[in-house]
Protein backbone atom coordinates (compact mmCIF):
# COMPACT_ATOMS: atom_id res chain seq x y z
CA UNK A 1 0.00 0.00 0.00
CA UNK A 2 1.26 3.10 -0.43
CA UNK A 3 2.44 5.38 2.04
CA UNK A 4 3.73 9.14 3.28
CA UNK A 5 7.61 8.34 4.62
CA UNK A 6 8.81 11.46 7.27
CA UNK A 7 12.21 11.50 8.15
CA UNK A 8 13.42 12.20 10.78
CA UNK A 9 11.41 10.96 12.99
CA UNK A 10 12.58 12.36 16.10
CA UNK A 11 14.90 15.89 16.19
CA UNK A 12 16.49 17.50 18.76
CA UNK A 13 17.62 20.61 18.19
CA UNK A 14 18.88 24.21 20.08
CA UNK A 15 17.20 27.23 20.32
CA UNK A 16 17.40 29.24 17.00
CA UNK A 17 19.19 26.64 15.04
CA UNK A 18 17.33 26.08 11.66
CA UNK A 19 15.50 22.73 11.22
CA UNK A 20 13.94 20.65 7.89
CA UNK A 21 11.55 18.06 8.07
CA UNK A 22 11.65 16.22 5.09
CA UNK A 23 8.42 13.98 3.46
CA UNK A 24 7.97 11.90 0.64
CA UNK A 25 4.14 11.66 -0.32
CA UNK A 26 2.94 9.09 -2.33
CA UNK A 27 4.26 9.53 -5.83
CA UNK A 28 1.00 10.65 -8.03
CA UNK A 29 -0.64 12.78 -5.53
CA UNK A 30 -0.99 16.70 -6.55
CA UNK A 31 -1.21 18.31 -3.03
CA UNK A 32 0.71 18.50 -0.31
CA UNK A 33 0.55 19.88 3.51
CA UNK A 34 2.17 20.42 6.77
CA UNK A 35 0.47 20.13 10.17
CA UNK A 36 1.59 19.97 13.40
CA UNK A 37 0.36 18.80 16.96
CA UNK A 38 1.56 20.14 20.13
CA UNK A 39 1.97 17.63 22.92
CA UNK A 40 -1.77 17.55 24.14
CA UNK A 41 -2.99 19.48 22.19
CA UNK A 42 -5.23 19.02 18.67
CA UNK A 43 -3.91 18.67 15.30
CA UNK A 44 -3.48 22.45 13.69
CA UNK A 45 -2.88 23.19 9.82
CA UNK A 46 -0.07 24.64 8.79
CA UNK A 47 0.45 25.29 5.03
CA UNK A 48 -1.12 23.76 2.16
CA UNK A 49 1.13 23.26 -1.41
CA UNK A 50 0.56 22.80 -4.90
CA UNK A 51 2.25 23.02 -8.51
CA UNK A 52 4.51 24.80 -6.41
CA UNK A 53 3.16 27.14 -4.74
CA UNK A 54 1.56 27.47 -1.64
CA UNK A 55 -2.05 27.72 -2.10
CA UNK A 56 -3.12 28.53 1.67
CA UNK A 57 -1.47 28.69 4.75
CA UNK A 58 -2.44 29.66 8.79
CA UNK A 59 -1.40 32.41 10.69
CA UNK A 60 0.61 29.72 12.72
CA UNK A 61 2.62 29.95 9.16
CA UNK A 62 5.05 32.99 9.41
CA UNK A 63 8.42 33.95 7.90
CA UNK A 64 10.09 31.76 10.50
CA UNK A 65 8.50 28.58 8.15
CA UNK A 66 8.74 27.85 4.26
CA UNK A 67 7.93 24.62 2.53
CA UNK A 68 9.26 23.47 -0.98
CA UNK A 69 9.81 21.08 -3.36
CA UNK A 70 13.32 20.44 -4.29
CA UNK A 71 13.02 17.74 -6.92
CA UNK A 72 9.84 16.66 -7.64
CA UNK A 73 9.44 13.52 -4.84
CA UNK A 74 10.33 15.23 -1.52
CA UNK A 75 8.07 17.96 -0.05
CA UNK A 76 10.02 19.94 3.32
CA UNK A 77 9.59 22.16 5.77
CA UNK A 78 11.91 24.36 6.79
CA UNK A 79 11.86 26.30 10.30
CA UNK A 80 14.48 29.09 10.29
CA UNK A 81 15.41 29.83 13.43
CA UNK A 82 13.39 27.33 16.27
CA UNK A 83 11.69 28.36 19.45
CA UNK A 84 10.84 26.25 22.10
CA UNK A 85 7.10 26.69 21.20
CA UNK A 86 7.65 24.87 17.70
CA UNK A 87 8.41 21.84 19.93
CA UNK A 88 6.01 19.34 18.56
CA UNK A 89 4.86 16.77 16.56
CA UNK A 90 4.96 17.46 12.48
CA UNK A 91 2.45 15.85 10.24
CA UNK A 92 3.12 15.68 6.11
CA UNK A 93 -0.07 14.87 4.16
CA UNK A 94 -0.83 14.41 0.68
CA UNK A 95 -3.62 13.97 -1.81
CA UNK A 96 -4.38 13.42 -5.10
CA UNK A 97 -7.38 15.74 -4.94
CA UNK A 98 -7.78 19.38 -3.49
CA UNK A 99 -9.55 19.39 -0.11
CA UNK A 100 -12.58 17.52 0.13
CA UNK A 101 -12.30 16.06 -3.30
CA UNK A 102 -9.24 13.87 -2.26
CA UNK A 103 -8.84 11.02 0.45
CA UNK A 104 -5.81 12.24 2.64
CA UNK A 105 -2.83 10.26 3.69
CA UNK A 106 -0.73 11.25 6.45
CA UNK A 107 2.74 10.24 7.09
CA UNK A 108 4.00 8.65 11.04
CA UNK A 109 4.76 12.44 12.12
CA UNK A 110 8.23 14.10 12.89
CA UNK A 111 8.77 15.14 16.20
CA UNK A 112 10.61 18.03 17.08
CA UNK A 113 12.10 18.83 20.76
CA UNK A 114 13.73 22.55 20.97
CA UNK A 115 15.69 23.05 24.09
CA UNK B 1 -14.38 29.04 20.25
CA UNK B 2 -14.13 25.88 18.80
CA UNK B 3 -15.33 24.84 15.46
CA UNK B 4 -15.38 21.00 16.09
CA UNK B 5 -16.12 19.74 18.90
CA UNK B 6 -15.78 16.04 20.41
CA UNK B 7 -17.57 13.71 22.90
CA UNK B 8 -16.40 12.05 25.32
CA UNK B 9 -12.96 13.09 25.76
CA UNK B 10 -12.23 9.75 26.80
CA UNK B 11 -14.25 6.27 26.68
CA UNK B 12 -13.36 2.98 28.35
CA UNK B 13 -15.09 -0.11 27.48
CA UNK B 14 -14.75 -3.71 27.72
CA UNK B 15 -14.43 -5.93 24.52
CA UNK B 16 -17.11 -6.42 22.69
CA UNK B 17 -18.76 -3.56 23.15
CA UNK B 18 -20.49 -1.25 21.02
CA UNK B 19 -18.96 2.33 20.94
CA UNK B 20 -20.24 5.47 19.78
CA UNK B 21 -18.06 8.80 19.37
CA UNK B 22 -19.64 12.16 18.51
CA UNK B 23 -18.68 14.77 16.61
CA UNK B 24 -20.17 17.95 16.09
CA UNK B 25 -19.40 21.29 14.40
CA UNK B 26 -20.07 25.03 14.24
CA UNK B 27 -19.74 26.21 10.84
CA UNK B 28 -20.67 25.02 7.43
CA UNK B 29 -18.57 22.02 5.81
CA UNK B 30 -17.47 20.42 2.47
CA UNK B 31 -16.57 17.25 4.66
CA UNK B 32 -15.24 15.65 7.12
CA UNK B 33 -12.84 12.81 8.18
CA UNK B 34 -12.55 10.32 11.12
CA UNK B 35 -8.67 9.56 11.83
CA UNK B 36 -7.50 7.21 14.32
CA UNK B 37 -4.16 8.09 16.08
CA UNK B 38 -2.12 5.48 17.04
CA UNK B 39 -0.01 5.40 20.82
CA UNK B 40 3.46 6.02 18.35
CA UNK B 41 1.27 9.41 16.93
CA UNK B 42 0.79 8.19 13.66
CA UNK B 43 -2.53 9.33 11.65
CA UNK B 44 -4.68 7.13 9.41
CA UNK B 45 -8.17 8.32 7.79
CA UNK B 46 -10.46 5.79 8.36
CA UNK B 47 -13.55 7.88 6.31
CA UNK B 48 -14.00 10.89 4.53
CA UNK B 49 -17.87 11.76 4.08
CA UNK B 50 -20.20 14.48 3.22
CA UNK B 51 -23.28 12.89 3.66
CA UNK B 52 -25.37 9.65 4.75
CA UNK B 53 -23.10 6.63 5.97
CA UNK B 54 -20.12 4.50 5.29
CA UNK B 55 -19.10 1.11 6.86
CA UNK B 56 -15.73 -0.36 6.27
CA UNK B 57 -15.23 -3.38 8.32
CA UNK B 58 -16.50 -2.75 12.44
CA UNK B 59 -16.56 0.61 11.30
CA UNK B 60 -19.79 2.68 10.60
CA UNK B 61 -19.52 6.43 10.24
CA UNK B 62 -22.44 8.41 9.80
CA UNK B 63 -22.82 12.41 8.88
CA UNK B 64 -26.49 14.47 9.24
CA UNK B 65 -25.58 17.81 8.02
CA UNK B 66 -28.32 19.38 8.81
CA UNK B 67 -28.01 18.89 12.23
CA UNK B 68 -23.91 19.41 11.89
CA UNK B 69 -23.03 16.20 13.49
CA UNK B 70 -21.04 12.96 12.84
CA UNK B 71 -20.87 10.05 14.79
CA UNK B 72 -18.30 6.70 14.53
CA UNK B 73 -19.55 3.55 15.41
CA UNK B 74 -17.32 0.59 16.83
CA UNK B 75 -18.96 -3.06 16.71
CA UNK B 76 -17.32 -5.57 18.72
CA UNK B 77 -15.03 -3.58 19.74
CA UNK B 78 -11.74 -5.10 20.20
CA UNK B 79 -8.21 -3.96 22.44
CA UNK B 80 -6.57 -3.01 19.21
CA UNK B 81 -9.01 -0.62 18.49
CA UNK B 82 -7.67 1.31 21.67
CA UNK B 83 -6.24 4.86 20.02
CA UNK B 84 -7.33 8.36 19.67
CA UNK B 85 -10.14 8.71 17.46
CA UNK B 86 -10.45 12.54 16.01
CA UNK B 87 -12.82 14.32 13.48
CA UNK B 88 -11.55 16.93 11.31
CA UNK B 89 -13.81 18.74 8.57
CA UNK B 90 -13.07 21.00 5.39
CA UNK B 91 -15.26 24.57 6.05
CA UNK B 92 -17.04 25.77 3.14
CA UNK B 93 -16.11 27.49 0.48
CA UNK B 94 -13.49 25.12 -0.89
CA UNK B 95 -10.75 25.72 1.47
CA UNK B 96 -8.13 23.14 2.05
CA UNK B 97 -7.33 23.27 5.73
CA UNK B 98 -8.58 20.98 7.92
CA UNK B 99 -9.89 21.76 11.12
CA UNK B 100 -9.83 19.38 14.08
CA UNK B 101 -11.23 18.55 17.24
CA UNK B 102 -9.21 17.77 20.31
CA UNK B 103 -9.91 13.69 19.71
CA UNK B 104 -11.63 10.77 21.91
CA UNK B 105 -9.33 8.57 23.32
CA UNK B 106 -10.78 5.45 23.72
CA UNK B 107 -9.46 2.38 26.10
CA UNK B 108 -10.71 -1.20 25.07
CA UNK B 109 -9.81 -3.73 27.92
CA UNK B 110 -10.35 -7.51 27.50
Known amino acids: EPEVTQTPSHQVTQMGQEVILRCVPI?????FYWYRQILGQKVEFLVS????????KSEIFDDQFSVERPDGSNFTLKIRSTKLEDSAMYFC?????????????FGEGSRLTVL | KNEVEQSPQNLTAQEGEFITINCSYSVGISALHWLQQHPGGGIVSLFMLSSGKKKHGRLIATINIQEKHSSLHITASHPRDSAVYIC????????????FGKGMKLTVNP
Open chain 1, 49 to 56: FYNNEISE
Open chain 1, 93 to 105: ASSQGAGATGELF
Open chain 1, 27 to 31: SNHLY
Open chain 2, 88 to 99: AAYTQGGSEKLV
